[in-house]
T-cell receptor, first 112, second 116 residues
Framework: GENVEQHPSTLSVQEGDSAVIKCTYSDSASNYFPWYKQELGKGPQLIIDIRSNVGEKKDQRIAVTLNKTAKHFSLHITETQPEDSAVYFCAASGTSYGKLTFGQGTILTVHP | GAVVSQHPSRVICKSGTSVKIECRSL??????MFWYRQFPKQSLMLMATSNEGSKATYEQGVEKDKFLINHASLTLSTLTVTSAHPEDSSFYIC????????????FGPGTRLLVL
C-alpha cells in the first residue's frame, strides 16, 4: 500500500518568513495530493491540492509543487502570519474511490 | 461551500454503552464518506470507507462489529461505537467526497469521545 513520509515534524519561523514542508510517497500510481491544515480540536481543512498532471499550483500565499519522477511534493507558505500556526498534513491518493494516506503531520509555529 | 458537519461535537459516556456519531454533508451530495480516528499529536488513521447504500469497507485491524457504520443517504453517514470502553476514547473525524469531484475530501469538525 501507499506510504507517505512528511518532514519536518516541527517547524518554527518568524512572521513574514517562508515555510516549506516536504512529503514523499511510495506508490507511483498515486495521482492526487491534497494538503490539510488542522487547528487544535478541529477537523482538517483543505487548503490546496494538486493532481499529477500539473507540476505546480498556487493560491495566494500558498503553493504546492509536485515532482512525480522523484515522488515528492511540497507545500510552500510565503509571508507567514501567526494565524498560519497549526498542524499541516499532506496526503496522497491513487485509487478511484479516493482513499487518502496521510503523512505524519508538521507542527508549524509562526512567531510574531 | 463543501461543508461537513458532525454531531455531537463532544460526548462522555459510561463504559459498556453505545454512542452514535452523525456525519452530514450540508451543501453537496457525497456518495462516499470516510471515518477516521485520531489520537493526540498523531496523524489521521482511516477506519472505514462508507458508500451510500452498501456495506462499509473496514481497514485492517478495525472491528466492524464494534464500529458500526451506516450510510443511508447521500448526505448522512453514522458511526456507532458499540459497548464502548476507555480505550475507545479518541477524536473521531468523518470526511465526505464530493460527488462532482472524484478525489476531493472535506472533513467534519470531529467528535471527541471520552469513555469513563
Amino acid at each position: 500500500g501507499e506510504n507517505v513520509e512528511q518532514h519536518p515534524s516541527t517547524l518554527s519561523v518568524q512572521e513574514g518568513d517562508s515555510a516549506v514542508i516536504k512529503c514523499t510517497y511510495s506508490d507511483s500510481a498515486s495521482n492526487y495530493f491534497p494538503w490539510y491544515k488542522q487547528e487544535l480540536g478541529k477537523g482538517p481543512q483543505l487548503i490546496i491540492d494538486i493532481r499529477s498532471n500539473v507540476g505546480e499550483k498556487k493560491d495566494q500565499r500558498i503553493a504546492v509543487t509536485l515532482n512525480k519522477t522523484a515522488k515528492h511534493f511540497s507545500l510552500h507558505i510565503t509571508e507567514t502570519q501567526p494565524e498560519d500556526s497549526a498542524v499541516y498534513f499532506c496526503a496522497a491518493s491513487g485509487t478511484s474511490y479516493g482513499k487518502l494516506t496521510f503523512g505524519q503531520g508538521t507542527i508549524l509555529t509562526v512567531h510574531p | 461551500g463543501a461543508v461537513v458537519s458532525q454531531h455531537p461535537s463532544r460526548v462522555i459516556c459510561k463504559s459498556g454503552t453505545s454512542v452514535k456519531i452523525e456525519c452530514r454533508s450540508l451543501d453537496f451530495q457525497a456518495t462516499t464518506m470516510f471515518w477516521y480516528r485520531q489520537f493526540p499529536k498523531q496523524s489521521l488513521m482511516l477506519m472505514a470507507t462508507s458508500n451510500e447504500g452498501s456495506k462499509a469497507t473496514y481497514e485492517q485491524g478495525v472491528e466492524k462489529d464494534k464500529f458500526l457504520i451506516n450510510h443511508a443517504s447521500l448526505t448522512l453517514s453514522t458511526l456507532t461505537v458499540t459497548s464502548a470502553h476507555p480505550e475507545d476514547s479518541s477524536f473521531y473525524i468523518c470526511s465526505a467526497r464530493d460527488q462532482q469531484s472524484s478525489e476531493t475530501q472535506y472533513f467534519g469538525p470531529g467528535t471527541r469521545l471520552l469513555v469513563l
